[in-house]
Every structure is written in structure tokens, then in C-alpha cells.
Nanobody
């Protein structure tokens, strides 16, 4: 049974930090990507990591470059998203997704499995 379980969401002040975790079980994957969706907006890719390549192969949306860091611990089948210098615009439901990307890491249809989401709320 495939399972993606996110944790670590919550509330933070602008300028603060949060760290999200995504544990994947029951599925052999290559990429894990964090997406987010704000109310009334489309789901967008935030950060992606290739879990098989060394050194780490990572990708970021322009809006989070320099503030967010995606990392992995393969021994724990877990991918992390460290979010620093949070902005109000980072508010949304954050989902992790796992799969084997063929074309574009930020396209949601590239992923076979999704977590249930964890809410991140940033206040000013």
C-alpha cells in the first residue's frame, strides 16, 4: 500500500520558519516534489528533489529560491522542506507527491501518488 504522509505544517509569523516532512512508503519513486495551493489559486510546484542522484539534484520555483530548501533522508524514506523567511504569500495547503518525472517537475500530472496535505499559514 502506497502512503505519503506529510507533517510539520502550522502557523508562523512572516519572516519565520517551518519545516515540512513527507514520508513515502510502499512505492519506489525517483522524484518527490512539494506543491502548494492557496485558496482560489491553482496548485503550483514549489520544490523537487531527485532521490536517486548524487549529489542532490533539486529544483525550486522562482518564488521560493533562496528561502526554501528541499532535502532527503533515503534511510527514512523521507523528504523535507525547510521554509525560511516565510511570507504571507506562502500560505496554503502543502502537498508532497512522488513519481518518475518524464518532462517537468512542476506539473502535477507527472506524479502517481499524493499525500493528504498539511496547512501552512503565515501571518503578517
Amino acid at each position: 500500500q502506497v502512503e505519503l504522509v506529510e507533517s510539520g505544517g502550522g502557523s508562523a509569523q512572516a519572516g519565520g520558519s517551518l519545516k515540512l516532512s513527507c514520508k513515502v512508503t510502499g512505492y519506489r519513486y525517483r522524484e518527490v516534489t512539494w506543491f502548494r495551493q492557496a485558496p482560489g489559486k491553482e496548485r503550483e510546484g514549489v520544490a523537487s528533489i531527485n532521490t536517486l542522484e548524487l549529489p542532490n539534484l533539486t529544483y525550486y520555483a522562482d518564488s521560493v529560491k533562496g528561502r526554501f530548501t528541499i532535502s532527503r533522508d533515503n534511510s527514512k524514506n523521507t523528504v523535507y522542506l525547510q521554509m525560511n523567511s516565510l511570507q504571507v504569500e506562502d500560505t496554503g495547503m502543502y502537498y508532497c507527491a512522488a513519481g518518475w518525472v518524464a518532462n517537468s517537475w512542476s506539473r502535477s500530472n507527472e506524479y502517481n501518488y499524493w499525500g493528504q496535505g498539511t496547512q501552512v499559514t503565515v501571518s503578517s
